[in-house]
């Protein structure tokens, strides 16, 4: 074993308090972590050798693929550091997870079982299918995060093979006599289960994420039994070191609804007191030859320190420096199930949803209709609003959220950007994208 001190690269371009915790535990343990960032990084091929700038030792990959704006970027860029670093949750394995079908087609060859589900290219043959779902059944997008881009449908539902620019699936509706939808999170790491928790939907919800405000309970003692095993078969299937797999029950089975390479700490945390951050540094440490105090590593989970790392913080720059810009007015595309739409929008940083005309709603095909969180009106009146899920492109990201919506024919925008969409932007006020020369895109 190499006594020296291991240089851990955590691979991000996102800002995410799980990365600070990883690098935290890497520090910990008595070795040195690098925030490898947009901001810092720098790739050479000089007489042919390769050189990474900072320079590691082993690489842990949080590339955050779901949300990138050019993911097959990021996908060969953790591939190139890759041919000459080892790392945790290979760039390819990644990249096959976040991708649905062909995390299901992994699964399935593996013989993990998985929900009833079907990918039809075309909208004819999404209409051939779809009886063979049930009255209700769930119709997904084949990337998403945090439950954006789920939804469940009825036969009577118009739905194309297509989400804005996403091609969507079919899934069967796992039902269970639950009064409170639920399902069960297990994170893996390194063939272990580290934690484990139940997730429950809000009310009149679905989706059990805990990004979208359901609340979660321990379940890591008391795990089903065929459910440990599924779980790190699932992992394996899609080659993955470090997962967060999602599980749900049916009448006779378990079954896996995904394989998250990057799932989050937070909501693990809360429901089990245990951080997934040791675990996942200590592989890392260890795959570069390195030693780790087993002991040190069972007391550090049970924090979760989230908090900018000492040694990264001097290689990174604040969040605030590399967050996008958009302007009061911003020309945005909204997708629902059946089109897209390019419309003039204004942002809104005091409101915490985004809110959506009617007849643009209806012209997008966004829904179905469900009943959101209850908001108040100018009166402090509390009413429960409708909402539905849309995506938003904006500024070369892309974002779902659930949306209200409102008739806002006697406004000047149909579309009104609340902090669900806003919360990685600055708002320049004095900007306005009608202001703007028509050039502009050429930047």
Known sequence: MKEDRVRVGVLSFHNSKESKAICNAIEELGHEPVWLRENNVLLRFTDGRFVLEPDVD???NRLLLSTAKQPMESIGIANAIACFRPMVNAPDAAALASHKIAAAAALVQEGVPIPETALALGTSTVGRIRPEFGEEFVYKTIVGTHGGGAWKVHQTDLITGTVGMRRAFLQELVQT???RPRDLRVYVVDGSVVGAMYRYAVEEDWRTNVARGGSVEDATESLPDPVEAIAKRATSAVGLDCAGV???EGDDNWFVLEVNPTAGFKGLFDATGRSPAPAIAKLAIQRAGGSVNDELVDVLRTTLDGSVPSRASKRVQPIGSEAPVVG??????????????SVTGRTDPTSA?????????????AGPIQVGHSESDRNGRR?????????????GTEKTVDATVEDRAEHTYPLLIGRDVLSDFRIDVGNRYDERESDRLEE
């Open 246 to 248: 999602d599980l749900i």
């Open 328 to 341: 009061l007015t911003e020309r945005v595309v909204v997708s629902g199930t059946t089109d897209t739409k």
């Open 58 to 60: 082993v690489v842990i």
């Open 177 to 179: 006599n639950r009064e």
């Open 353 to 365: 949803r985004t809110r959506i005309d009617l007849q643009l709603a209806a012209g997008i095909g």
């Open 383 to 395: 009413h429960r609003q409708p909402v539905v899920d849309i995506v938003v492109g904006i500024a």
